[in-house]
């Protein structure tokens, strides 16, 4: 061991004593961070990660190890100085190995000065350290992989530029094997194989923070396997070509062929093997989550999941189908049989195109493939289908992939996230469409249904209601086996508990009509684990009406079932201009009613009768307006019976005008701002302005020698709100994991200590200090006042609250106010004068307070999810709107108690982004990492010249063998 490192400490004093190693390693800082910050555009990306910089790190690093190891041997030889080496006490293998290390070492030097990177990015914004260990860990790797394959090159010449260019080739073509321009050629399974010997294409693996068997020990097999052809190629300057050593020879060569056979051999093998890796990233994204293993591992019937994948199919997709069968197959693990996972290419099988074709929907879809000399169009399968039972869900590549477009105008085809994707499928197939006897199956606690029904005093026109109660709830004892209980209790024969029954279910006698004083008693609930359930009957209900709401709530008491989202958006109106020409409205709010249903079973509710119905399990409110008292009251008592309700309630929503040429937005008027007010939550009648805000293109009118020229103009918009970690509250888990959110025309929320005793408060999204408020609706930019922003400065500023959420008791806002039923009856009943005596079911009274479990999130803007604004920042910032969609969605996934979906959508890619930088700023960070970096290989070289000059030379003693 000693004379191995003393080997390669005098290959490195012999680099730092001339200023060959620094000119080396300064060519690579440089272009280095040239590519990081000009060819990747660092700051145009706006993306906090240092992916980047080993994008192009197998391609530096094959010109840094050839120029370093060119010298090696062949410098030994031609200086004569190879016959002394031979001779020394040293065994061959620490001659190698020493010179190995020190080359080593320089590359590991070369990497450590781009630390400077990761550093400045950590500071700018939330770097996941997981892939930067990754990356530079494989940077090691597959440099020591090139480092082994130049010494080999090098001990065969004494020359070395032919030593650097046969280097050269020999990595680049280790490269180019595995790279897109010869997979692009082959079909999946060929290009599977030749991706598996690439060097650059294993190492895209570790680059983003996973750390795999098969990666190391590809690296390690190469590196051992160039090691040993470079102590024979040294050892063979020894051999004479006599006849006695021929059977030597020959020997040396079969033993080098047999190790590159069981090498190869093992790495097909490992290939095999995808369970053996350690997840680096902060949230283990490339991992399964342990919900999704207790989802599949629990499966009480088979799953089927089954890629379609073709031969040939888009070059930009055929590198993700490795990935996609790894995770699969994870998925197969992680269950314990309860997962089928099989591969088809229905080209060549028949049957199975068939069936995917007639069963399943599954057709190939067309893709253009560019060549060097021509274009063709190839049919290719792209699709992994979830089956449970008889329903199925088929995932395509719409569903499967994201397209990032990169600083030199080449586009990166990444999986989203996939692991959320397959999950939330198989969460639909399997709960969403389970009957009720699995949820008797899953229940552990005791289940009572109890009716109070006064069947004496019930009038005729409802006296088929009890029979209709008693016969559903018989069937479902029947259908529970054991595990549900039915109890009618009967105020009129026991009105001695009538107390004690109104002081544990809270029922109050319902008038008959509004014209008598007769009531009676008709009330239906659902008792589990001690919590009582209402289900709301109404006016001649029919058996299987009755079976329906039991079902719901009994669903909803259940985990894992599919929920159903409540959605009420406004009606979209006709102008008189559409009118003219004949177009029909369309609602603004498309992309999230097309994004929602991924995960949810979405509804459109009419709130107009002053109900929700029962199988709602949240209630989402965009852009509330024009609302009458019987909607205000559906959503109240919806909240009052321990609903979730979502509200989107800004003030301000975009003006679309196709005839005007400014941006203008108007006043939502008659909304639920009196509602939000009596439980605490203020909605402001201003706008939000920002100075962290994200850019807008507006349109800008100049004058040009009298002529008006309008040009549009990338603009820091203030009334873009950009809400960034610091204004998040990071315990909650809607904007844990969120790096960014936008909320446009935003109005500021106020709350009300007092009202809010009762309920835990987190404040979700709060804008940036330098925030004031502006009160009318012109948002049109004025360059001619403003010419350097557009608009005046603020006054007055401080953080202003965007986003809430609250859980806990809620007072009713219809408590000690007249119950819109009764005037709607009493107007009915003045006009229909006939029909006193007729008697319609009420709900029953007003409930005056909500169970601890009511969920409220009230959010200051609904124009963050609007069409027009998702695709301007999908202009501009391409997956910026993610993060609004997202917001959304982790909020639905709260309010229906959601977690393990939410944990597992926490866990995705979501973009990392920069904190805000002027050009200046930009310009400063960029030129301190080329300053730093090429300052410290200065100091090194000093110091390593220093050292060489104050030691003596060092001699190798026969006494140190």
Do not use: C
């Amino acid at each position: 061991m000693n004379q191995m490192l003393s080997i390669t400490k005098k290959e490195l004093k012999a680099y730092f004593g001339s200023p060959m190693a620094a000119l080396f390693i300064g060519a690579f800082l440089v272009a280095a961070l040239f590519s990081f910050f000009w060819l990747e555009t660092f700051f145009a990306r706006n993306t906090a990660d240092i992916r980047p910089l080993f994008r192009w790190m197998p391609i530096l690093m094959i010109f840094l190890v050839g120029t370093l190891t060119m010298r090696q041997w062949s410098e030994e030889q031609r200086a004569g100085t190879m016959e002394i080496l031979m001779t020394l006490p040293v065994k061959l293998w620490q001659l190698v190995l020493g010179k190995f290390l020190a080359v080593l070492a320089l590359v590991a030097i070369a990497l450590a000065l781009t630390l400077g990177l990761p550093i400045t990015v950590s500071l700018l914004g939330n770097l996941d350290w997981g892939p930067v260990f990754g990356g530079y860990l494989g940077a090691l790797l597959m440099a020591s992989s090139y480092i082994a394959i130049g010494l080999f090159i090098s001990s065969r010449t004494d020359n070395q530029i032919v030593a650097l260019i046969m280097t050269v080739l020999v990595t680049s073509f280790f490269y180019i094997i595995g790279s897109t321009g010869i997979t692009n050629f082959m079909d999946n399974n060929t290009a599977e194989i030749f991706r598996s010997l690439g060097t650059g294409s294993r190492f895209i693996s570790i680059e983003r923070g996973v750390i795999d068997l098969r990666d190391i020990f590809y690296y390690a097999s190469l590196s051992t396997f160039f090691l040993i052809l470079n102590g024979i190629s040294l050892d063979s300057k020894r051999w004479s070509k006599g006849v006695n050593t021929h059977s030597y020879r020959q020997a040396f060569i079969a033993g080098t062929v047999l190790i590159a056979l069981n090498l190869l051999a093992a790495n097909l093998w490992l290939n095999k093997v995808n369970n053996a890796r350690l997840d680096l990233t902060e949230n283990h994204i490339y991992s399964l989550s342990q919900t999704t293993r207790d989802l599949v591992s629990n499966l009480p019937d088979p799953l089927i999941l089954r890629g379609y994948f073709s031969e040939k199919t888009h070059p930009l997709l055929s590198p993700l189908v490795p990935r996609i069968k790894d995770m699969l197959r994870e998925y197969g693990i992680a269950s314990n049989g309860h997962v089928q996972v099989s591969f088809v290419d229905p080209k060549y099988n028949e049957k199975m195109e068939a069936e995917a074709n007639q069963e399943y929907g599954i057709k190939p879809v067309p893709f253009q493939v560019a060549g060097r000399y021509e274009s063709s169009v190839v049919n290719s399968y792209f699709n992994i289908l979830i089956k449970y039972g008889d329903q199925h869900i088929v995932l395509g590549f719409n569903d499967l992939i994201e397209v990032r477009q990169r600083g030199d105008g080449q586009i990166d085809v990444h999986l989203r996230n996939l692991e959320y994707d397959l999950t939330k499928s198989i969460k639909k197939v399997v709960y969403g469409f389970q009957s009720l006897g699995d949820v008797f199956a899953k229940v552990k606690q005791p289940l009572t249904l109890t009716a109070i029904i006064s069947r004496k005093s019930l009038p005729k026109e409802l006296a088929e209601m009890p029979k209709n109660i008693d016969k559903v709830a018989n069937e479902l004892v029947k259908e529970s086996d054991g595990k549900l209980r039915y109890t009618s209790l009967d105020p009129d024969a026991e009105p001695a508990k009538l107390p004690q029954w109104q002081k544990r279910f809270g029922v109050q006698p319902i008038k008959a009509n509004f014209f008598s004083n007769n009531t009676f008693y008709l009330y239906l609930y659902l008792t589990t684990g001690g919590k009582n359930q209402r289900i709301y009957l109404t006016a001649n209900m029919g058996e299987a009406k009755i079976k329906k709401e039991v079902a719901a709530v009994l669903k909803r008491s259940s985990a894992g079932f599919l929920k159903t989202i409540g959605l009420w958006v406004p009606s979209a109106k006709v102008s008189r201009q559409m009118a003219m020409m004949g177009q029909q409205p369309r609602s603004q709010y498309q992309i999230i009613q097309q994004t929602l249903p991924e995960n949810y079973n979405l509804e459109k509710v009419d709130l107009s009768k002053g109900l929700v119905p029962g199988d709602i399990d949240v209630l989402l409110l965009i852009a509330p307006q024009n609302m009458t008292n019987m909607e205000r009251f559906a959503i109240d008592q919806y909240l009052m019976k321990g609903g979730a309700v979502v509200a989107l309630a800004g003030n301000y929503l975009l003006d679309l005008n196709p005839y005007s040429k400014n941006l203008r937005v108007k006043e939502a008027k008659n909304g639920i701002d009196g509602l939000l007010n009596h439980y605490g939550i203020k909605i402001g009648k201003s706008l939000v302005m920002d100075e962290q805000n994200e850019p807008f293109p507006i349109p800008i009118t100049r004058n040009l020698g009298g002529f008006q020229v309008q040009e549009i103009k990338r603009l820091d918009y203030p009334f873009f709100v950009d809400v960034r970690a610091g204004g998040m509250d990071k315990k909650s888990p809607i904007v844990a994991n969120l790096p960014a959110v936008t909320m446009n025309w935003a109005s500021p929320l106020t709350l009300d200590k007092k009202k809010n005793k009762e309920r835990k408060i987190i404040r979700l999204l709060t804008s940036s200090p330098n925030t004031w408020l502006q009160n009318s609706t012109n948002i049109q930019p004025d360059m001619r006042r403003y010419p350097g922003s557009g608009f005046a400065p603020g006054q007055n500023m401080k953080s202003e609250l965007l986003a809430v959420s609250e859980r806990g008791v809620f007072k009713s806002y219809f408590a000690h106010r007249p119950d819109p039923r009764q005037v709607e009856r009493e107007k009915e009943a003045k006009s229909k004068k006939g029909d006193k005596g007729k008697v319609t079911l009420p709900t029953g009274p007003v409930i005056k307070k909500s169970p601890e479990s009511a969920r409220l999130v009230v959010v200051g803007s609904s124009e963050f999810i609007n069409d027009t604004v998702i695709q301007i920042s999908r202009s501009i910032s391409q997956d910026r709107f993610l993060n609004n969609i997202g917001f959304l969605q982790n909020s639905v996934d709260w309010a229906v108690e959601d977690e393990d979906l939410l944990s597992i959508r926490s866990r995705g890619t979501q973009t990392r982004l920069l904190m805000p930088l002027t050009h200046r700023q930009q310009i400063f960070w960029e030129w301190l990492n080329y300053i730093i970096a090429l300052l410290a290989l200065v100091l090194i070289s000093l110091y390593g010249g220093l050292r060489r000059r104050k030691e003596k030379p060092m001699i190798l003693e026969p006494q140190q063998a």
